[in-house]
T-cell receptor
Framework: GAGVSQSPSNKVTEKGKDVELRCDPI?????LYWYRQSLGQGLEFLIY????????KSGLPSDRFSAERTGGSVSTLTIQRTQQEDSAVYLC???????????FGEGSRLTVL | KNQVEQSPQSLIILEGKNCTLQ??????????LRWYKQDTGRGPVSLTI???SENTKSNGRYTATLDADTKQSSLHITASQLSDSASYIC???????????WGLGTSLAVNP
Protein backbone atom coordinates (compact mmCIF):
# COMPACT_ATOMS: atom_id res chain seq x y z
CA GLY A 1 0.00 0.00 0.00
CA ALA A 2 0.96 3.63 -0.30
CA GLY A 3 0.83 4.48 3.38
CA VAL A 4 1.73 3.12 6.79
CA SER A 5 -0.60 0.31 7.73
CA GLN A 6 -1.38 -0.68 11.31
CA SER A 7 -3.37 -3.60 12.65
CA PRO A 8 -5.58 -4.20 14.41
CA SER A 9 -7.31 -0.83 14.27
CA ASN A 10 -9.10 -1.66 17.51
CA LYS A 11 -8.26 -4.18 20.22
CA VAL A 12 -10.16 -4.85 23.41
CA THR A 13 -8.46 -7.16 25.87
CA GLU A 14 -8.69 -8.22 29.47
CA LYS A 15 -6.22 -7.13 32.07
CA GLY A 16 -3.27 -9.50 32.25
CA LYS A 17 -3.45 -10.66 28.62
CA ASP A 18 -0.67 -10.12 26.09
CA VAL A 19 -1.28 -8.12 22.92
CA GLU A 20 0.61 -7.68 19.68
CA LEU A 21 0.28 -4.63 17.46
CA ARG A 22 1.60 -4.65 13.92
CA CYS A 23 2.99 -1.92 11.72
CA ASP A 24 3.73 -2.12 8.00
CA PRO A 25 5.83 0.92 7.07
CA ILE A 26 6.04 2.55 3.67
CA UNK A 27 8.26 0.45 1.43
CA UNK A 28 11.85 1.65 1.45
CA UNK A 29 11.54 3.69 4.63
CA UNK A 30 14.49 2.93 6.87
CA UNK A 31 13.25 4.60 10.05
CA LEU A 32 10.28 3.38 12.09
CA TYR A 33 8.83 4.88 15.25
CA TRP A 34 6.25 3.77 17.81
CA TYR A 35 4.32 6.35 19.82
CA ARG A 36 1.54 6.13 22.37
CA GLN A 37 -1.23 8.69 22.72
CA SER A 38 -3.59 8.60 25.66
CA LEU A 39 -6.95 10.34 25.44
CA GLY A 40 -6.47 14.09 25.18
CA GLN A 41 -2.71 13.82 25.62
CA GLY A 42 0.32 14.44 23.47
CA LEU A 43 2.36 11.80 21.70
CA GLU A 44 4.65 9.75 23.93
CA PHE A 45 7.74 8.29 22.25
CA LEU A 46 8.19 4.55 22.79
CA ILE A 47 10.85 3.13 20.49
CA TYR A 48 12.72 3.94 17.29
CA UNK A 49 14.33 1.69 14.67
CA UNK A 50 16.81 2.95 12.08
CA UNK A 51 18.10 0.49 9.50
CA UNK A 52 20.32 -2.15 11.06
CA UNK A 53 21.30 -0.01 14.05
CA UNK A 54 20.35 -0.95 17.58
CA UNK A 55 16.89 0.44 18.35
CA UNK A 56 16.40 3.38 20.69
CA LYS A 57 14.26 1.85 23.43
CA SER A 58 14.50 4.78 25.80
CA GLY A 59 10.77 5.52 25.71
CA LEU A 60 9.44 2.09 26.65
CA PRO A 61 7.57 2.60 29.94
CA SER A 62 8.29 -0.82 31.45
CA ASP A 63 9.78 -4.21 30.66
CA ARG A 64 6.28 -5.39 29.74
CA PHE A 65 6.74 -3.50 26.49
CA SER A 66 8.94 -4.77 23.67
CA ALA A 67 9.19 -4.30 19.93
CA GLU A 68 10.98 -5.87 17.05
CA ARG A 69 11.43 -5.09 13.42
CA THR A 70 12.00 -8.04 11.14
CA GLY A 71 13.95 -7.71 7.92
CA GLY A 72 14.02 -3.95 8.25
CA SER A 73 10.34 -3.75 7.38
CA VAL A 74 7.37 -4.92 9.47
CA SER A 75 7.42 -4.10 13.17
CA THR A 76 5.52 -5.65 16.06
CA LEU A 77 4.92 -3.96 19.41
CA THR A 78 4.18 -6.46 22.17
CA ILE A 79 2.64 -5.59 25.52
CA GLN A 80 2.72 -8.38 28.08
CA ARG A 81 0.39 -8.68 31.04
CA THR A 82 -1.60 -5.63 29.98
CA GLN A 83 -2.78 -3.13 32.57
CA GLN A 84 -5.65 -0.66 32.36
CA GLU A 85 -3.18 2.23 32.11
CA ASP A 86 -1.93 0.73 28.84
CA SER A 87 -5.20 1.77 27.20
CA ALA A 88 -4.29 4.26 24.50
CA VAL A 89 -3.85 4.69 20.77
CA TYR A 90 -0.56 3.25 19.58
CA LEU A 91 0.77 5.08 16.54
CA CYS A 92 3.44 3.88 14.15
CA UNK A 93 5.34 6.19 11.81
CA UNK A 94 7.99 5.59 9.18
CA UNK A 95 10.47 7.94 7.57
CA UNK A 96 12.58 7.66 4.42
CA UNK A 97 15.69 8.63 6.34
CA UNK A 98 16.94 9.44 9.79
CA UNK A 99 15.47 12.74 10.92
CA UNK A 100 13.21 12.99 7.90
CA UNK A 101 9.49 13.62 7.56
CA UNK A 102 7.34 11.17 9.50
CA UNK A 103 4.41 9.38 7.90
CA PHE A 104 1.95 8.04 10.43
CA GLY A 105 -0.47 5.16 10.32
CA GLU A 106 -4.02 5.49 11.61
CA GLY A 107 -3.13 3.88 14.91
CA SER A 108 -4.23 0.88 16.92
CA ARG A 109 -6.68 1.72 19.69
CA LEU A 110 -6.08 -0.56 22.69
CA THR A 111 -8.64 -0.86 25.45
CA VAL A 112 -7.74 -2.92 28.51
CA LEU A 113 -10.74 -3.88 30.61
CA LYS B 1 15.12 20.41 29.92
CA ASN B 2 13.95 20.16 26.32
CA GLN B 3 10.37 21.40 26.12
CA VAL B 4 7.84 22.54 23.54
CA GLU B 5 4.93 24.69 24.68
CA GLN B 6 1.97 25.60 22.54
CA SER B 7 -0.69 28.24 22.89
CA PRO B 8 -3.56 28.59 23.01
CA GLN B 9 -4.57 25.16 24.26
CA SER B 10 -7.80 25.46 22.29
CA LEU B 11 -9.32 27.91 19.87
CA ILE B 12 -12.72 28.41 18.24
CA ILE B 13 -13.05 30.52 15.11
CA LEU B 14 -15.66 31.11 12.43
CA GLU B 15 -15.26 29.68 8.98
CA GLY B 16 -13.39 32.03 6.68
CA LYS B 17 -11.44 33.73 9.46
CA ASN B 18 -7.68 33.61 9.91
CA CYS B 19 -5.88 32.40 13.02
CA THR B 20 -2.37 32.04 14.38
CA LEU B 21 -1.10 29.31 16.66
CA GLN B 22 2.03 29.75 18.76
CA UNK B 23 4.89 27.44 19.68
CA UNK B 24 7.72 28.25 22.08
CA UNK B 25 10.55 25.83 22.60
CA UNK B 26 13.56 25.33 24.83
CA UNK B 27 15.39 22.70 22.83
CA UNK B 28 19.12 22.59 22.39
CA UNK B 29 20.80 21.96 20.12
CA UNK B 30 18.08 22.75 17.62
CA UNK B 31 17.78 20.60 14.50
CA UNK B 32 14.43 21.40 12.90
CA LEU B 33 10.84 22.40 13.68
CA ARG B 34 7.75 20.69 12.35
CA TRP B 35 4.03 21.33 12.40
CA TYR B 36 1.60 18.44 12.21
CA LYS B 37 -2.18 18.35 11.81
CA GLN B 38 -4.05 15.59 13.61
CA ASP B 39 -7.70 14.99 12.84
CA THR B 40 -9.71 13.29 15.57
CA GLY B 41 -9.08 9.55 15.51
CA ARG B 42 -6.40 9.78 12.82
CA GLY B 43 -2.62 9.82 12.76
CA PRO B 44 -0.76 13.15 12.51
CA VAL B 45 -0.01 14.51 9.05
CA SER B 46 3.01 16.69 8.35
CA LEU B 47 2.34 20.30 7.32
CA THR B 48 5.82 21.84 7.30
CA ILE B 49 9.41 21.12 8.31
CA UNK B 50 11.78 24.05 8.84
CA UNK B 51 15.50 24.10 9.47
CA UNK B 52 17.49 26.74 11.33
CA SER B 53 17.99 28.88 8.24
CA GLU B 54 14.34 29.02 7.21
CA ASN B 55 12.19 31.87 8.51
CA THR B 56 8.94 31.03 6.77
CA LYS B 57 7.41 28.15 4.91
CA SER B 58 4.01 27.77 3.31
CA ASN B 59 1.82 24.80 2.49
CA GLY B 60 -1.34 26.04 0.83
CA ARG B 61 -3.32 28.07 3.37
CA TYR B 62 -0.85 27.16 6.12
CA THR B 63 2.19 29.38 6.74
CA ALA B 64 4.74 28.59 9.41
CA THR B 65 7.31 31.04 10.71
CA LEU B 66 10.42 30.39 12.74
CA ASP B 67 12.48 32.79 14.86
CA ALA B 68 15.47 30.76 16.01
CA ASP B 69 16.77 33.65 18.11
CA THR B 70 13.67 33.88 20.29
CA LYS B 71 12.92 30.17 19.88
CA GLN B 72 9.40 30.82 18.69
CA SER B 73 7.33 29.51 15.82
CA SER B 74 3.85 30.28 14.61
CA LEU B 75 1.39 28.59 12.29
CA HIS B 76 -0.95 30.91 10.45
CA ILE B 77 -4.09 29.54 8.85
CA THR B 78 -5.71 31.71 6.21
CA ALA B 79 -9.37 31.66 5.24
CA SER B 80 -10.18 28.77 7.56
CA GLN B 81 -12.40 25.91 6.44
CA LEU B 82 -14.47 23.46 8.45
CA SER B 83 -11.95 20.76 7.56
CA ASP B 84 -9.26 22.70 9.40
CA SER B 85 -10.84 21.57 12.68
CA ALA B 86 -8.11 19.44 14.22
CA SER B 87 -5.24 19.43 16.67
CA TYR B 88 -2.10 21.23 15.49
CA ILE B 89 1.10 19.92 16.98
CA CYS B 90 4.50 21.62 17.08
CA UNK B 91 7.50 19.26 17.14
CA UNK B 92 11.16 20.23 17.53
CA UNK B 93 14.03 18.01 16.49
CA UNK B 94 16.90 18.08 18.97
CA UNK B 95 20.55 17.35 18.66
CA UNK B 96 22.54 15.21 16.34
CA UNK B 97 20.24 12.26 16.88
CA UNK B 98 17.34 14.53 15.99
CA UNK B 99 15.23 13.31 18.88
CA UNK B 100 11.74 14.72 18.46
CA UNK B 101 10.21 16.79 21.24
CA TRP B 102 6.42 16.95 20.88
CA GLY B 103 4.13 19.73 22.06
CA LEU B 104 0.68 18.95 23.42
CA GLY B 105 -1.04 20.63 20.50
CA THR B 106 -3.62 23.35 19.97
CA SER B 107 -7.15 22.11 19.41
CA LEU B 108 -8.80 24.21 16.70
CA ALA B 109 -12.52 24.20 16.03
CA VAL B 110 -13.81 25.99 12.94
CA ASN B 111 -17.52 26.68 13.18
CA PRO B 112 -19.86 27.57 10.31
Amino acid sequence: GAGVSQSPSNKVTEKGKDVELRCDPISGHTALYWYRQSLGQGLEFLIYFQGNSAPDKSGLPSDRFSAERTGGSVSTLTIQRTQQEDSAVYLCASSPQWGGELFFGEGSRLTVL
Amino acid sequence: KNQVEQSPQSLIILEGKNCTLQCNYTVSPFSNLRWYKQDTGRGPVSLTIMTFSENTKSNGRYTATLDADTKQSSLHITASQLSDSASYICVVGAGNNRKLIWGLGTSLAVNP
